[in-house]
């Protein structure tokens, strides 16, 4: 049963400091989105990828995040430094390019204090 | 741009009550609409879609008819049960122009409590 997988799935930090959340898409997907979800804003789209390029990161706070795909199994966001108001559930969601349903991970929940 | 509008939650059932659950959006294209659904400390689950006007989506009792004339795609079931217990997104993935990316426009969301 082929899945997507985050790590952590948990993340407590301390205000300033660096987070990195993974995701390995499912194998053979080619299209990898992350999103953000919060009580106040739902879900937002930060970043999404295709063929391990980025497409749009328009949703992502550039001063402080960053995502990256090293390779095709592997996904990161970077927060640097992190702020308390980034506590959050991080999902990432993958697909295959032309069809539309995303499959998502079960998320990384951060909290900064 | 593209938007979702669902209905204001959260939704509280008894046992084998019938749910309906409103979703209308705005697209420039021609959308697919899907409806997700998360349960408690999970990722969100495709439950059910539909690609063009007059489809009608199903999967596990619910059921939503893609209506290009009123712009919704409604959810609905029967006879719910206390495991329908979850939060409900509703979605459109629009053309772009051909350029199919997959990309998805999310409704805020609809709280589902189903008590025994």
């Known amino acids: 049963d082929a899945r997507v997988t985050q790590t952590p799935r948990h993340k407590v930090t301390e205000m300033g400091q660096e987070v990195t959340m993974r995701c390995q898409p499912i194998l053979g997907h080619n299209t990898v989105f992350w999103y953000r979800q919060t009580m106040m804003q739902g879900l937002e789209l930060l970043a999404y990828?295709?063929?391990?390029?980025?497409?749009?990161d328009s949703g992502m706070p550039k001063d402080r995040f960053s995502a990256e795909m090293p390779d095709a199994t592997l996904a990161t966001l970077k927060i640097q430094p992190s702020e308390p108001r980034d506590s959050a559930v991080y999902f990432c969601?993958?697909?295959?390019?032309?069809?539309?349903?995303?499959?998502f991970g079960p998320g990384t929940r951060l909290l900064v204090l | 741009g593209d938007s979702v509008t669902q209905m204001e939650g959260p939704v509280t059932l008894s046992e084998e009550a019938f749910l309906t659950i409103n979703c209308t959006y705005t697209?420039?294209?021609?959308?697919?609409l899907f409806w997700y659904v998360q349960y408690p400390g999970e990722g969100l689950q495709l439950l059910l879609k539909?690609?063009?006007?007059?489809d009608k989506g199903s999967n596990k009792g619910f059921e939503a008819t893609y209506r290009k004339e009123t712009t919704s795609f409604h959810l609905e079931k029967g006879s719910v049960q206390v495991s329908d217990s979850a939060v409900y997104f509703c979605a459109l993935s629009d053309d772009e122009g051909g350029t199919s990316y997959g990309k998805l426009t999310f409704g805020q969301g609809t709280i589902l409590t189903v008590h025994p």
């Open positions: 697209a420039t294209g021609y959308p697919s």
């Open positions: 539909a690609t063009k006007a007059d």
């Open positions: 969601a993958s697909g295959l390019d032309g069809q539309e349903t995303q499959y």
């Open positions: 990828f295709r063929n391990r390029a980025p497409l749009d």
